[in-house]
C-alpha cells in the first residue's frame, strides 16, 4: 500500500513531466510532419501556386488569376485567389529562386508569430513551442501560408488598441489581405473604438483599391465570378462548416447557409459582449473566432489567428496550451469525413473556451476556493 507521502509525490513528478513531454511530442510531430512533405515534393506548393506565380504574372503585365471556372480550380487547389494586397508582401520575394523564395516566406511567418506571442506578452518558451508546432501553423509553413503575418496582425491590432490609427491600419490590412477577417471592424465598433473602426475600413478601402490599382485593374471584373465558383469548388472541402453539412447529406445550397448563420450568431455575440466594458478579452476573441468558423471555405492553418486570443486570455503557463497537440489527431488539410467534423469540433471547443473561460487556469497553481485569478482584458 502506497503511503500518502509517496502518492504526493507520484503527483508532483506528474505534474512536472507531463507538460515537457507534451512539448517534445509536438516537436516530433511537427518535425515528423513537415520532412515526408518535403520529401514528397509538396513543401510550400501554396505558396509556389499562388503569391510566387502570381507576383511573376504581374510583374509581366499579366492578370494573376485564373479562369473563374470550377473545374479549373477544382483542379488547382493553389490557385491565386486572393486580394491583391497580399502580393505587396510576395513580389520582393519573387525575384529568388522559387525554394529561397519558400524559405525566407516561411521564415517570416515564423518570426511573425513569435513576434505576435512576443507582443502580447508571452514569456514561456513552452507555450512558444506549442504554438510554432502546432497543426495549424505547421500546416501553414508546409504550404507556405501567411498565417503568421495574419497572426501578428492580429496582435497588433490587440495590443494597440488604445491607439486609433495603429489598430485601425492594423485591422484594415488583414482585411484587405484575407477578406474573412473583416469581423474585427465589429470588435472595434463593438466596444466603441469608433475612430479606430472607421480607420480599419479607411485603410482597407484604400489598400484594396490601391492594389487593385497597382495591377492595372485586370481581374477585377471577374473576381466575383471567381470567388463564386471558388466557393462551388471547395465548398465540400477543408473542415467549415459548410462541409461538415455536405458530409452530413445536406445539399451544397443549404450547406452554404451554415457558416453564414453560425457568423451571425458569433457577431451578435462579439456586439452583445462589447456592452460590458470588462468583456474586450472575450469580444475579441468572439470576433476572431468569428472569423475563423464564419468563413465558407475553412483550412485548419486559418486556425494560427486563434492562438492570439489564446495569448491575451492565457498568456502565462495554462492548462488550456497544453490541449493544442490535440490538433494533430487531424494530420491533413484534405481530411476524411470523420476528420472533418473532429476538426470543427476542436475548433469550437477551443472558441467556447476563448470567449466564455472567465479565470485562468495555471497548471499546477489553481485558484483558492471562492477566488477567481484574474483575466487579461
Not at 492553418?301 to 496550451?321: F, I, K, M, Q
Amino acid at each position: 500500500m502506497r503511503t500518502p507521502v509517496r502518492s504526493e509525490g507520484l503527483r508532483l513528478a506528474a505534474r512536472q513531466l507531463v507538460p515537457p513531454s507534451i512539448v517534445v511530442l509536438a516537436l516530433l510531430l511537427a518535425g515528423a510532419k513537415l520532412f515526408f512533405q518535403v520529401r514528397a515534393g509538396g513543401f510550400g506548393s501554396d505558396f509556389k501556386g499562388s503569391i510566387f506565380l502570381a507576383s511573376h504574372e504581374v510583374l509581366h503585365g499579366r492578370s494573376p488569376y485564373p479562369p473563374a471556372d470550377v473545374g479549373s480550380l477544382a483542379a488547382r487547389p493553389d490557385a491565386f485567389v486572393y486580394p491583391p494586397a497580399i502580393l505587396a508582401l510576395g513580389l520582393p520575394v519573387s525575384l529568388l529562386s522559387a525554394t529561397a523564395a519558400t524559405l525566407i516566406w516561411d521564415l517570416l511567418n515564423v518570426a511573425a508569430l513569435a513576434t505576435a506571442l512576443r507582443t502580447l506578452g508571452v514569456r514561456d518558451w513552452r507555450l512558444y513551442a506549442l504554438a510554432l508546432c502546432s497543426f495549424p501553423f505547421v500546416s501553414s509553413i508546409g504550404l507556405g501560408q501567411p498565417a503568421g503575418l495574419l497572426a501578428l496582425g492580429c496582435a497588433v491590432a490587440w495590443r494597440y488598441r488604445s491607439r486609433a490609427m495603429i489598430a485601425g491600419a492594423a485591422a484594415g490590412s488583414l482585411i484587405a489581405a484575407k477578406v474573412f477577417l473583416f469581423p474585427l471592424v465589429f470588435w472595434l465598433l463593438a466596444t466603441r473604438r469608433w475612430r479606430a473602426a472607421l480607420a480599419s475600413i479607411a485603410a482597407a478601402a484604400v489598400l484594396i483599391a490601391g492594389s487593385w490599382a497597382a495591377i492595372g485593374f485586370r481581374g477585377l471584373t471577374e473576381y466575383p465570378h471567381l470567388l463564386r465558383a471558388l466557393s462551388d469548388a471547395r465548398q465540400g472541402l477543408g473542415y467549415s462548416a459548410a462541409a461538415v453539412g455536405m458530409s452530413a447529406g445536406a445539399s451544397p445550397d443549404h450547406a452554404r447557409l451554415i457558416p453564414i448563420a453560425l457568423l451571425l450568431v458569433l457577431l451578435a455575440l462579439t456586439l452583445w459582449l462589447g456592452m460590458s466594458a470588462r468583456a474586450d478579452a472575450d469580444c475579441f476573441a468572439a470576433a476572431v473566432a468569428a472569423s475563423v468558423l464564419g468563413t465558407p471555405i475553412l483550412w485548419m492553418h486559418y486556425a494560427v489567428v486563434l492562438l492570439v486570443p489564446l495569448a491575451v486570455r492565457y498568456r502565462d503557463n495554462a492548462a488550456v496550451w497544453f490541449g493544442l497537440p490535440a490538433f494533430w489527431l487531424l494530420a491533413s488539410e484534405n481530411p476524411t469525413s470523420r476528420e472533418r467534423d473532429l476538426g470543427l469540433a476542436l475548433l469550437c471547443v477551443l472558441s467556447a473556451a476563448l470567449i466564455v473561460r472567465r479565470t485562468r487556469l495555471r497548471l499546477g497553481h489553481a485558484a483558492p476556493p471562492g477566488r477567481s485569478l484574474p483575466v487579461h482584458d
